[in-house]
């Protein structure tokens, strides 16, 4: 019985302790989550003719949202000279560039004209330069897409700043070793230190990719030349169905990552419950059902 009261009041000490720990276990994951966590593209603010929407600015204290923009545009036009004229300037006019072009010369039946082409304009004349094409060719359909890799970057800048100082530190070691009475020790710290310089460099281009990205929107464009413009699809039941179908599937994907995350961060908190219930446990019931099973052999006897 002493032993069994030495456990117990051991638990109830420890219990305190560990419920300390889940606590700043749990700051911590909240503190990270919030300051690095990504942010719906909804919440970027949208443009509209120019007039930026203040109710969907972003707190001055949240981090800057990275967000890779893409476009993938198909049109079709009756002036294909005219309109591939209009597009060279206004790419010119927007300071973007075309990072792939493709004319084909001859297409289809009509003998029509076609460019395809890879086209960067920085991201803040993103939207009037897809106005300039719906303005100057029939679009007969195009998709935009925002890649929030805001956690990435920062990470990235994390690891970078790092290295940067492990690679200091690695260069006062080196500048205080004798080359000649510790070579060995020299070669290593020079070997680390190339290792650490060749991580700076990979990262550095990784950041600079990002940056790159995040400042020009990407449009894939398809621009062909027709003699009349394609008339528009009517929905049917059939498509309208496979859309929600299609979108239910989508809800059904989001909701499960948010499920998971939420998961992943109360890990920490299930994890000492789970010890405490298991501590609690073989300290009170289980002695419990013990003494309880040694008294019912003791009467059967009887």
Request: glycine fraction near 2%.
């Amino acid at each position: 019985m002493k032993k069994i009261l030495v456990i117990v009041l051991a638990a109830v000490i420890a219990l305190p302790v560990l419920a300390s720990c889940a606590a700043k276990s749990g700051q911590s994951t909240s503190d990270s989550y919030s300051n690095y966590s990504d942010s719906d593209i909804s919440e970027a603010p949208m443009e509209y003719d120019g007039v930026t929407d203040k109710s969907t600015e972003q707190k001055s204290d949240a981090p800057q949202q990275k967000l890779i923009k893409r476009y993938k545009v198909s049109a079709e036009t009756k002036a294909f000279e005219q309109t591939l004229a209009l597009i060279d300037q206004t790419v010119t006019e927007l300071n973007g560039y075309f990072e792939k072009r493709t004319e084909n010369n001859a297409y289809g039946r009509y003998n029509s004209r076609v460019l395809n082409a890879v086209i960067r304009i920085p991201e803040e004349q993103a939207e009037s330069f897809l106005s300039g094409i719906k303005g100057a060719a029939n679009v007969k359909s195009f998709t935009k897409t925002a890649e929030n890799v805001t956690e990435a970057y920062i990470d990235a800048e994390a690891r970078l700043q790092t290295l940067q100082a492990e690679r200091e530190g690695l260069l006062n070691m080196i500048s205080s070793v004798d080359s000649a009475t510790q070579y060995e020790f020299w070669l290593t710290l020079h070997r680390e230190l190339s290792d650490k310089e060749q991580d700076i460099a990979s990262l550095q281009a990784r950041l600079r990719n990002y940056d790159n990205l995040v400042s020009y929107a990407t449009f894939d464009i398809e621009l062909t030349e027709v003699v009349e413009y394609t008339e528009p699809e009517k929905e049917n039941y059939g498509s309208r169905l496979s859309t929600a179908f299609k979108e239910s599937w989508e809800n059904f994907a989001e909701n499960f990552k948010d499920f998971t995350v939420g998961l992943v961060r109360a890990m920490p908190t299930l994890i000492t419950l789970a010890v405490i219930s298991a501590v609690i446990f073989l300290c009170i019931f289980l002695p419990i059902r013990v003494s309880m099973a040694k008294r019912r052999k003791e009467q059967n006897k009887k």
